[in-house]
C-alpha cells in the first residue's frame, strides 16, 4: 500500500514521499524499509532518528528524521489504524467441518465451524463467525454476527452473545454462580437458572470466567473489554466501554459503570456500585460505592490523592526511624 | 405446583391463598404473576409492597403486601430450597456418544457421555453421571456416583472424585504440582506422582486448578466449595464444608480447617495452618498459622479488630495532615 | 533398585545396608518398607526416627534412626534425583491417533498424538513430544523435541516452544494481546500480530495465559518455570531461569530478568524491569523498576527490610492504642 494512501485512511497529514510502499509495521527498533513504525511519546524521539522505519507516525515533525512522516492529533489512534488497515482481520471461510458436531442449529452465512467444535440444540449463530475447535456452545444459545470463538472456549446453555464479540481461549461465558445457603453447617447449592448477556463489540480474555445470574441475567456492556483471567460473578452488571485489566474480580450483584476502568488485579467486593468514568488503580480492594468520574485507590480503597497522601507519610515515618 | 405444597415442602408458614399455582422464581423487581419471590433483607420491605410476584418468602409477615406468603426462619434458606423444588438439576440422559473416546473404563448405569469427551483406561464412573462434551478423564480416575463434569474440565490420571460433585467448566485436576530443586541456578523438576481426592459435595468453579501432590494427596474435604479462578497448591489439605472465594491461592502443604471461609483473592502462603471456622477477609494475605474460629484480615494478616483500629488510625493521621 | 545404586546416581554417600531394595518414594511419615524418604529440615528428624521407610536421604547422619541412609550436601537434591530416577517420565507411544485432526504437519519420529488433538497447518512438532487429547495447535507453530502438551492447552498460531517444555492444562499460549486505541470514547482493537516465543526447559503452569506481542515477541527465557494461573501481557519479556508463582500478574512491556522469584499473587505494572536474581514478596505490587539482586515486598514494593520496618512500627503504634 502507498504511503499516501494509508494518510488518507488514518486521517493523518503526509510529510514526505507518498509513493512509498508500506507492507507492514514495526516497533522504531526493529523496523526495516518497507515498515511503519510509531511514536508516541516525545521521549523516544532519539529512537525515532536511528530507525529504519520508511515512514513514521507521529504528532509532530520529528526534526533530523529520515523517515516519511504522517502527522496525528493521536498518533497511537493513528498506529491502531494503520494496524486494522494493514493487518485485516482473517474472513471465516464459511465452512463448517463434518468433524464438529451440530445438533438443531441455525448457523449464519459466511460463518466457519472448526472440528471438534460442540454445538448444542436451538442455537443460532450469525453471520461470518469463526468458531474455532474444541469450542462449545450449549443448548439455546444465542451469537449475532461477526465473531470469534477461540478454541476451548465454554459458552454455557441460554447465554446470549452481541455482534462482533471476540472470546480468547478458554474463556467460560456461563459458569453456575457462586450461590448457596447454609442449611445446619452445610451449604446447600442455589440452583443458578440465570444467563449471561453480552453486548456488541465486547472481546472477553483468555480463561476468564463469567458466570450465570441466579434468576436473571450477568450483563457485559456494548463496548467493554476483558483482559484476561478476570472473574465477574453472577448477577454482576458492567456498563458500556469499561475495561477489566487482567485478574480482576468482581463479586456477585456488584454494578460496574460506562468507562470505568478497573486495573489489574482490582477486588469489587458484591452488592456495590461504581459510577461511571471511576478509575481504580492496580492491587486495590473497592468495599464502598465508588462515586463517577473519580479516582481510587488502595484497599480499602480510598480517593487516589489521599492514597498518595498516604504512602508519604508512611515513607516519611519510616525515613525518619531509619535516622534515628 | 400449588403454594400449599411448596410451603410444606420447604418447611414454611403458608399465609393467604394455598392454591395459587407458582411456575418460577423471579426477584421483587422482575416477578410476574405465577412467580414466587423472596425478601431477605427487611430494608427491602418498600419493594416487597410493589412486587407482582404471586407470593413471598420473608421471615415475617410483610404488612400491605398483595402477595401471598410463606413465612420461614431463614428466608434465604427458604429461597434456596424453592429454587432447588422449582428447578430441579437435569437428569442425564444415560446416553454414551459414539463421538466419545472411551478406553478401558467402567461406567454406572443412567451416566452420559457427550461427543468429545475422552476417558481413559482403568477409569471408574459411577451412576448417573453428565460427562459434558470436551472432558478429559485420565487413566485410573475415579468419579462417584451423581457428578457433573462440565465441558472442558480436565481430570488427570489417578484422581479420586466423590459423589455429587460438580466440576465447573475448565478446571483442573491434577494437574503437576509447582516443584524444583535447584542445581547450579537451574530448577531441576521433581516429577509428582501423587494424586488429588475430591470428597462428597464438593463444587470446584470454573477454571481452577488444584495440583496434584508430590507424593500423596491434595485432599478438596466433603461439602467444600470453591468459586472460580482458586489455586490449590500440592499436599493442600482443606477441610469440610469450607468455601474458597474466586481467586484465592493456597501455596503448597498448608491444611486449611473445616467450616473455613477464604474471601475472595486471599492469598496463604506454604506449610501454614488454618483453623477451623476461620474467617479470612478479602484480599488478605495469610502468613502465619490462624487460630480456629476467629477473622483476620489484612496483608500480613491480623485480627480484624486490630485490622479495623489500624485503618481508623491511618484514616485520623490522614486528616490530620489534611488539616494543617 | 538397590540403595546402594541409587545412593551413587544421586551422589550421596552410603551409611548402612547399601542391598536393600527401594522401591518407592514416601514422606518420613506415610513411608513403609521398601520406601526411601527425606530428611531436609533437622526440625523433623524426631520424624525420622519414628519412620518406617527403608532409607532417608539426610544432609547428615541421624542418630537413632533405623532406616538406611544416603547422605548429600543438598538432601532437597538428593531427594529431587531419587524422584527422577524411580518415577522417570512416561515415553511417548509413537502413536497418531486416528481420532486427532492434523492437517498440513511434520512430526518427528516417537511423537504421541491423541484423540481430538487439533493440528493446524505449517506446524511443526519434533521427537518423542506427546500431545494429549483436545490439545490445539494453530497454523506455523513450531514445537521442538520432548515437549509435553497436556489436555486442552491452546498454542496459538505461530508461537514458538523449545525443546523440554511442559504445558500443563489450560494454559494459553499466544491469545491476543490487550492492546486497544481511544476513539471518541470507545476502544479500538489493535491487531495483534506478534508471536509468543518460549525457550528450552520451562513449564507453563495450569490454565497460565501468555498473550502475543503486537508487533514482536513476547518472550519466556530458558528454564523459567510458571506456576497456575499466571497472565503475562504481551511484549513481556521473562528471563532465563526465574520463578513465577501462581497468580503473578506482569502487564503489557514489562522486562523480568534472570534468575527472578515473583512470589504468589505478585502483580507487575506494564513498562518496567524487574533485575537479575531480583525477589518481590507474595502479593506485591511493583509499581517502579527493581534493582539486580534485592528483595522487594509491599504495595507499592519497597526494599524487604523498609518493609519490615513499617510492619513493626504499625503493630507498635496498634499496641500503644489498645493499651490506651
Same mark, same amino acid.
Given at each position: 500500500m502507498k504511503l499516501s494512501e494509508l494518510a488518507t485512511a488514518i486521517g493523518g497529514e503526509l510529510l514526505g514521499n507518498g509513493d512509498i510502499e508500506i507492507s507492514s509495521v514495526a516497533s522504531l527498533e526493529d523496523a526495516e524499509s518497507g515498515d511503519i513504525s510509531y511514536l508516541a511519546l516525545h521521549s523516544y524521539s532519539e529512537l525515532a532518528n536511528q530507525t529504519k522505519a520508511s515512514a513514521l507516525i507521529s504528532h509532530s515533525r520529528v526534526k533530523n528524521c529520515q523517515a516519511a512522516q504522517i502527522l496525528c492529533n493521536d498518533p497511537y489512534l493513528g498506529f491502531a489504524k494503520a494496524m486494522r488497515i494493514i493487518y485485516p482481520a482473517l474472513k471465516p471461510s464459511g465452512k463448517i467441518s463434518g468433524k464438529a458436531e451440530i445438533n438443531d442449529a441455525t448457523i449464519g452465512d459466511g460463518s466457519q465451524v472448526d472440528s471438534f467444535a460442540f454445538i448444542g440444540n436451538e442455537v443460532t449463530i450469525g453471520k461470518n463467525c469463526h468458531i474455532y475447535p474444541h469450542a462449545y456452545i450449549g443448548n439455546k444459545v444465542q451469537i449475532g454476527d461477526n465473531c470469534i470463538v477461540h478454541s476451548h472456549v465454554s459458552i454455557r446453555e441460554e447465554c446470549t452473545i452481541g455482534n462482533r464479540v471476540i472470546l480468547q481461549n478458554g474463556c467460560r461465558i &456461563?459458569?453456575? &454462580?457462586?450461590g448457596f445457603a447454609k442449611e445446619k453447617g452445610k451449604h446447600l447449592k442455589i440452583p443458578q437458572v440465570g444467563n449471561v448477556i453480552i453486548g456488541d463489540d465486547v472481546e472477553i480474555g483468555a480463561n476468564c470466567c463469567i458466570d450465570r445470574s441466579t434468576l436473571s441475567s450477568t450483563i457485559i456492556g456494548n463496548g467493554t473489554k476483558l483482559d484476561n483471567l478476570v472473574q465477574v460473578g453472577h448477577n454482576v452488571t458492567v456498563g458500556e466501554n469499561s475495561l477489566l485489566v487482567a485478574q480482576v474480580g468482581i463479586a456477585g450483584s456488584s454494578k460496574i459503570g460506562n468507562r470505568v476502568t478497573l486495573a489489574g488485579q482490582v477486588g469489587v467486593s458484591g452488592h456495590l456500585t461504581i459510577g461511571d468514568g471511576a478509575t481504580i488503580g492496580g492491587k486495590s480492594g473497592v468495599t464502598k460505592d465508588i462515586p463517577a468520574e473519580t479516582v481510587y485507590t488502595g484497599y480499602p480503597a480510598i480517593p487516589y490523592s489521599s492514597w498518595t497522601k498516604l504512602q508519604h507519610m508512611m515513607a516519611q515515618m519510616l525515613e525518619k526511624q531509619e535516622e534515628e
Open positions: &456461563g459458569s453456575d &454462580g457462586y
